[in-house]
Structures are given as structure tokens and as C-alpha cells.
């Protein structure tokens, strides 16, 4: 029922820049945070930004200054703009909605792999 699918990964030069998009259905977007998050191998993962029902946005230290989280809820879908890339923004960016209250919830994309070469 509930899908999340991201898009628009690929690979980049360092300072280059990308947008990913994560389009969603079976879900009531417009209550959902809306969060990016991301994985390299090895690591844990980690939160990169997200964006609350209000459009309130909260930002990784390491993104700040450099990606913005941005929402379209005619659209229901969620932006994740990437400017001034490093090789360290390499890994795979996962979607996730999630809710609280009554219709509460979470929900994860397969994610889309982003690689930032030197």
C-alpha cells in the first residue's frame, strides 16, 4: 500500500550538484515528517535532513550550508537539493515518512545511490 520511491542519483564530480526526489503513495502525505537519510557501506545511518508537517527543516552539521529538504505536498513528494558536493556525501539516500498521533507511522524507500567521485 504505502510506497516510497527515490530518484535522481547518479554519479557527480565533487562540487557538482544533484537533486534527489522521493514520490510517495498510500499515505496521507501532508502529516508525515518527511526525512532524508543516508547510508555508506560500513557505516551507520544516518539522518541527512527533515522537513515537518509545518515545514520546519533540521539539517545534518555536515550538510548544512550546502543541501536543502524542501516538500510539495500537491505533489506529495520530497526534494533533497545537494549543492557543493564532496566525495564523502557518497552513499546510498534513503526516504522515509513518519508520523505520529493516531495514523502514525514509518516508512522507508529502497533508496538511491549517490556517488560523488574526487
Known amino acids: 500500500q504505502v510506497q516510497l520511491v527515490e530518484s535522481g542519483g547518479g554519479l557527480v564530480q565533487a562540487g557538482g550538484s544533484l537533486r534527489l526526489s522521493c514520490a510517495t503513495s498510500?499515505?496521507?502525505?501532508?502529516?508525515?515528517?518527511m526525512g532524508w537519510y543516508r547510508q555508506a557501506p560500513g557505516k551507520q545511518r544516518e539522518l541527512v535532513a527533515s522537513?515537518?508537517?509545518?515545514?520546519?527543516?533540521n539539517y545534518a552539521d555536515s550538510v548544512k550550508g550546502r543541501f536543502t529538504i524542501s516538500r510539495d505536498n500537491t505533489k506529495n513528494t520530497v526534494y533533497l537539493q545537494m549543492n557543493s558536493l564532496k566525495p564523502e556525501d557518497t552513499a546510498v539516500y534513503y526516504c522515509?515518512?513518519?508520523?505520529?498521533?493516531?495514523?502514525?507511522?514509518?516508512?522507508w524507500g529502497e533508496g538511491t545511490l549517490v556517488t560523488v567521485s574526487s
Open positions: 522515509n515518512a513518519n508520523r505520529r498521533g493516531i495514523l502514525r507511522g514509518d516508512y
Open positions: 498510500g499515505l496521507i502525505f501532508a502529516i508525515n515528517t
Open positions: 522537513i515537518g508537517s509545518g515545514g520546519s527543516t
